[in-house]
């Protein structure tokens, strides 16, 4: 709280009871005048409708009880003070009446147009705030709605044009079969692409102390030949998958890729490859997606060893490294 919030609350808290004080002034002031130009100051006594009864409709009818009030008190005052009428042959209490019948009226018309003003602001400001209510729930109704519809779109299209069914992943499978040892891979790769779901990574074969890139992905170029020492060593040592989503990984897999799952020997528990996933949204490194990351490890490690001749016969194609 600064200190400019004290001074802008104590200014609208008196803002509105200085401007009906200034209304009420002016308002009479000008009265005033008039009456003594007019009638020389009798308090409009033989002017009828009395013109005082105009600052406390208004007052009452704009402000409420209080202001309607004040300015009904305002107004008899300078009834009694400047109104000149002499009793003569009328009786006293005739004349008494007469000169209380105005203040009398100006009070009571105060008092109920007051009221009804006052239940008038207090509904209109409940019904204020209960629009105000419904159009904040409305814009979060749109924004939901849209949301929800965006989502829907994505999920139509996303189904729509999902290549990767159970009957091409069962092709894909038993191309890993075949003789020959440039379909097996490809067939390796598209596997990857399925389980991890993205076309761009690149799997590493730990030999002679280093990893060198073993297979690409479809859409994977540019990458490293060589994974760095720095990440080999972290991989050796955790034996667990690196990903960007935990602070600790974070530099070890700067420039390299989002996560890195490391592909141990099932006998020996020594490390024998990596896979470097370069692009993965952030929102599926979650939980149940790491453990679907983790569950390549139990297929892909076993094929590092498709290739027993690929070190004397490397094979070269699009998107592959030998």
């Not at 009328?90 to 203040?103: A, E, G, K, V």
């Not at 979060?140 to 994505?154: E, G, K, V, Y």
């Not at 075949?178 to 761009?200: C, N, P």
Request: proline share 5%; with cysteine.
């Amino acid at each position: 709280m600064t200190h400019d919030d004290p001074v802008r609350k104590w200014q609208t808290r008196w803002r509105r009871p200085a401007r009906v004080a200034g209304e009420i002034v002016l308002t009479f002031a000008a009265l005033v005048a008039l009456d003594w130009w007019l009638t020389g100051g009798t308090g409009f006594a033989h002017v009828h409708p009395n013109p005082y009864w105009l600052p406390v409709l208004v007052m009452a009818l704009a402000y409420g009880t209080g202001p309607g009030v004040l300015a009904a008190v305002i107004a008899s005052g300078l009834w009694l003070a400047n109104v000149h009428d002499t009793p003569g042959e009328r009786d006293y209490l005739d004349h008494l009446f007469h000169l209380s019948l105005q203040p009398l009226m100006w009070f009571v018309v105060a008092g109920i147009i007051g009221e009804v003003t006052i239940m008038r602001t207090g509904r209109h400001d409940r019904l204020e705030k209960r629009g105000r209510v419904a159009t904040r729930n409305l814009a979060r109704l749109t924004d939901a709605f849209a949301t929800l519809s965006q989502t829907n779109r994505l999920l139509q299209v996303q189904i729509a044009t999902e290549a990767h069914t159970v009957g091409h992943a069962i092709e894909t499978a038993t191309r890993l079969s075949s003789e020959d040892r440039a379909e097996r891979r490809a067939a390796i790769g598209e596997l990857v692409a399925l389980a991890a779901r993205t076309a761009d990574f690149t799997c590493y074969r730990v030999t002679g102390g280093e990893a060198r890139a073993w297979l690409r992905g479809p859409v994977t170029a540019g990458r490293r030949d060589v994974l760095p020492a720095p990440l080999l060593e972290r991989i050796e040592r955790h034996k667990r998958m690196l990903h960007v989503a935990k602070r600790s990984d974070r530099h070890a897999l700067d420039g390299v890729g989002v996560a890195a799952i490391a592909l141990p020997d099932r006998k020996t528990g020594e490390i024998v490859g990596c896979l470097i996933l370069h692009t993965l949204p952030f929102e599926a490194l979650n939980a149940n997606r790491t453990a679907e990351l983790a569950e390549i490890v139990a297929w892909l490690t076993p094929l590092l060893a498709d290739l027993p001749q690929a070190a004397r016969q490397p094979v070269r194609s699009a998107g592959l490294v030998a």
